[in-house]
């Protein structure tokens, strides 16, 4: 994982000036700015527990053979 590039990797990026969109682009490496911007990724639960397991860690909807916990919540995502 440890050669993923922010700037690049994702199918597209929305720009946003002043909280209006203005474009989307492919990459945002002409825009990055390294001394004031910080990002995370953050993956499904699938793509971790494997390692959890590994590691002697119980993963309790695994052992109930139930799928992962998800929630309910009022607001859209778009």
Known sequence: ????????????????????????????????RDNDWVTFLIGCSFSFEDALELAGLK??????????PMYVSIINCY
């Open 59 to 68: 993963i309790r909807h695994i052992e109930l053979n139930k799928n992962v």
């Open 1 to 32: 994982m440890g050669d993923i590039d922010i700037r690049s990797d994702l199918p597209r990026y929305r720009i946003y000036e002043d909280g209006i969109l203005s474009r989307e682009v492919e990459d945002i490496s002409d825009i990055w």
